[in-house]
């Protein structure tokens, strides 16, 4: 995740009260495969123009479920480019597999991915609700010795 540039991103003073699922600020990303946290950290600094368009989803979805902002825009960096790679799709990514920002898995999600426009408030809490979260916690569930930290990881 582009933890260096995104932690920046939408650093605010509640951000203390998002923390029930780890802090962001205490992983140690091994960044992408070719070019590691550089890479990323560079393809994050391009994506912030696209991320900052949905800065208040990401927060108002943060808020809802006690997590980071940065980690739902890290999410939405990585999977779209925030959206960047997806404005000559109409929204669709992954050969029309998936949607929106945080690129619902179409066939496989179990979600109406559809149901809520792809650069939405209503995607990115769709997504945080029913994926983020429920991915957290299970990790959390299988591995209860894992802190918080690293089940976020």
């Not at 912030?48 to 479920?65: G, I, M, T, V």
């Not at 998936?98 to 650069?119: F, P, R, V």
Request: with cysteine; hydrophobic share 35%; charged share 10%.
């Amino acid at each position: 995740m582009f933890v260096v540039v995104l932690c920046a991103f939408v650093a605010y003073a509640n951000a203390a009260n998002r923390l029930c699922h780890g802090d962001i600020n205490n992983l140690h990303p091994t960044g992408q495969r070719n070019g590691g946290v550089a890479a990323s950290n560079a393809d994050a600094q391009h994506d912030l123009p696209y991320l900052e368009q949905h800065r208040s989803c990401y927060q108002a979805s943060a808020d809802k479920h006690c997590i980071q902002a940065s980690v739902i825009a890290a999410i939405a960096s990585r999977e779209s480019r925030g959206g960047s790679l997806l404005t000559s799709t109409g929204g669709y990514g992954d050969n029309h597999n998936a949607w929106g920002i945080m690129q619902c898995d179409i066939n496989h999600s179990g979600l109406n991915c559809l149901s809520c426009a792809w650069n939405s408030c209503c995607h990115i809490e769709m997504m945080t609700a029913n994926i983020l979260i429920p991915y957290i916690n299970q990790v959390k569930s299988k591995l209860p010795s894992f802190s918080q930290d690293q089940a976020l990881q």
